[in-house]
């Protein structure tokens, strides 16, 4: 594994110059964020946290707390750190923004997440189509407290590295199943669905979309079905899938997947809007607005 690299380079962003590790890395130069970026990150936690409340799952708010994530200011990357040295072990880096693959998953399976250290303008609240730091941060982070899903964290970045040595094909079932979990996971809690999958938490529209719409498909989890599900990237999924808990998640992608990878080989992927035989559908979505193609 490559060790977190120490050759310090300059490079010159719209926050004047900040200090680049070889491969990307920065520091968060919290001290020349504007009063903007603090309000842009306050109105958008504020209006998350009031929305989230009876829809993410319980872990989401209770470790955000636990780690001292507020809306007052941008949170220091060196403060959640501490916090994250003592449960699980895991760090936050600070990155410009989208590493190569192979160097996400090598961070994962040594338990440090890439964080974009800058966040969006006051313009793009609602959407934007690259991740910042309020995805990243208040998306992805407070989960990395939960013992079981941190775990999953570090065995999806060894998992990652494997399948990178295995082949293209690999790499997209892998990468299915992360879009699926990590990014737009559902799980059961209270006898209802909530929201575990980062992309959905730091949406609000699509908070309120993926568990109220009639829209999109609800179905229970299964490794090889999602493994071979296209999805969106363009607009909200047409598909969620369902966990029961994290230790079933973990169960789950336990075993060795190079089998797997081989019998998927070859096989249809299944359109992102697509019910299949097996499926165990929770709820099956009646399609209203899907957009015809543009599945990846
Ligand atoms: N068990 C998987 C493998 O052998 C690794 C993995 C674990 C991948 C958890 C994703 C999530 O490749
Ligand atoms: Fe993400």
Redesign the pocket.
């Known amino acids: 594994m490559a060790a977190t690299p120490k050759r310090v380079e300059h490079q010159l962003t719209d926050k004047g110059y900040v200090p680049v590790y070889a491969t990307g890395i920065v520091e968060q130069p919290w001290n020349d964020y504007s009063e903007t970026d603090h309000a842009v990150w306050a109105q958008l936690f504020a209006r998350q946290n009031e929305l989230l409340v009876g829809r993410a799952c319980d872990e989401f708010l209770a470790n955000q707390r636990r780690m001292g994530m507020t809306a007052e200011r941008i949170p220091k990357f060196s403060e959640l750190n501490a916090a994250l040295a003592r449960t699980t072990g895991w760090e936050i880096i600070g990155v410009e923004g989208l590493l190569p693959e192979l160097d996400f998953f090598e961070h994962l399976a040594n338990r440090r997440f890439p964080v974009t250290w800058w966040i969006r303008t006051p313009e793009q609240l609602d959407y934007l189509s690259e991740p910042d730091l309020f995805h990243d941060l208040y998306g992805h982070v407070p989960l990395l407290m939960e013992p079981v899903f941190a775990d ?1 964290m570090a ?2 970045g ?2 990652g590295v ?2 990178h040595g295995i082949g293209p094909e690999a790499l997209t079932n ?1 990468t299915r ?1 992360y879009w699926y979990t990590v990014e737009f996971g559902l799980i059961r809690q209270h006898g209802d669905l909530r929201i575990y999958g980062a992309g959905v938490l730091s949406s609000k529209t699509e908070s309120i979309y993926s568990l109220e719409s009639a829209a999109p498909h609800r179905i229970g989890f299964d490794l090889e079905r999602v493994m071979r599900a296209q999805y969106r990237i363009d607009t909200f999924q047409k598909t969620y899938f369902v966990i029961d808990g994290f230790a079933e998640l973990m169960a789950a ?6 089998p797997i990878y081989a019998r998927l080989a070859g096989r249809p992927p299944i359109p992102a809007g697509e019910v299949g035989e097996g499926d165990a559908v929770i709820q099956r979505g009646t399609g209203e607005g899907f957009a015809e193609g543009g599945d990846v």
Do not use: H, M, S, V
Request: charged share 25%; glycine share 6%; aromatic share 20%.
């Open positions: 999953y065995a999806y060894r998992g494997k399948a892998l199943l992608t336990e075993p060795d997947f190079t």
